[in-house]
């Protein structure tokens, strides 16, 4: 149980705690009849060393497809990256029978719905981070963690039972954690941030390399 009084519990498939998200999904699935349009579960290995956090599934990227950043332009450059990295066996995820397949490394988001305006309120992180706090209980001593963003950085520290104004968040910036875990930041490899160059594959590509280091280490 983590600070706050919140267990971590097993992804719910069938989760409908947060009326917002759950209104806004119904009425997509209306609208897009052949979309998940559900609460998208993590994705990869079953043990696993790295954990990648996200904010929350894409309108046409895992909220269509079912897999997080499989399908938008947000995981274009975060497969490629691991790709690179040794942590994912394919280039590019499109679907989930396209084969992709992680290596020592899962991937989930703070939020497992995606909100209207990819913005969640903040009872809406809270309310889902006793999914990421089930998560983070089943990492091993020497897991490394890497937020997306500021959000997924926050609900990293709150389901690890600290407190995020404790731990700044900045690009390429390292913390320890409870039981001799790693959390590294990392700007979201969003399209906004890759077309202003706020984040460059370069960036991006030192962050996960610290990773492996800190796995093979």
Known sequence: MNRAGQAGIAFEARCRLCPRLARHLDDLRSAHPGYHCRPVAPFGSRRHRLLVVGLAPGLHGANRTGRPFTGDHAGILLYRTLFATGFATLRESVARSDGMRLVDCRITNAVKCLPPGNKPLPAEVRRCNRYLAGELARLPPDAVIVALGVIAHGAV?????????????????????????RLLDSYHCSRLNTNTGRLTAAMFGRV??????????
């Open 157 to 181: 520290l709150r389901a690890s039972g600290l407190r995020p104004s404790q731990f700044r968040f900045a690009h390429g910036a390292e913390h320890g954690l409870p039981g001799g875990r």
């Open 208 to 217: 996960f390399a610290r990773a492996r280091h800190l796995i093979a280490a």
